[in-house]
């Protein structure tokens, strides 16, 4: 089992930045790729960002391209999700997620292990 806790959400300006954390405990987290996901209201969940499990390659949903950057610590036992330039319609509760099998990483139906999500909230 991986436990995931994501901390890091909050009420920011449009334009404003965030930097959302996803402390992971119980199994060897280098042994998991790691991935953002988001749901904002009425809408399903969608793939934001992902990092393999030693950090070497990343990807980006386009919405997100440029402006996020993801990345984690195996030491720290943690990944990250700095949001910068951000506007309403990234207004979502984002979540963090595990997996161990090496394909795939845009589905969620590919991730293992959930955390229960941190609210992020862009209004003026």
């Known amino acids: 089992q991986v436990q995931l806790i994501e901390t890091g959400g909050g009420l920011v300006q449009p334009g404003g930045s965030l930097r959302l954390s996803c402390a992971a405990s119980?199994?060897?987290?280098?042994?998991?790729?790691v991935g953002w996901f988001r749901q904002a209201p009425g809408k399903e969940r969608e793939f934001a960002a992902s990092?393999?499990?030693?950090?070497?390659?990343?990807a980006y949903a386009d919405s997100v391209k440029g402006r996020f950057t993801i990345s984690r610590n195996n030491i720290k036992n943690t990944a990250y999700l700095q949001m910068n330039t951000l506007n309403p319609e990234d207004t979502a509760v984002y979540y963090c997620?595990?997996?161990?099998?090496?394909?795939?990483?845009?589905?969620?139906?590919?991730?293992?292990?959930w955390g229960q999500g941190t609210q992020v909230t862009v209004s003026s």
């Open positions: 997620a595990a997996k161990a099998r090496l394909r795939g990483g845009l589905s969620s139906r590919d991730y293992d292990y």
């Open positions: 119980g199994r060897t987290f280098s042994n998991y790729d």
């Open positions: 990092i393999s499990r030693g950090g070497g390659s990343t």
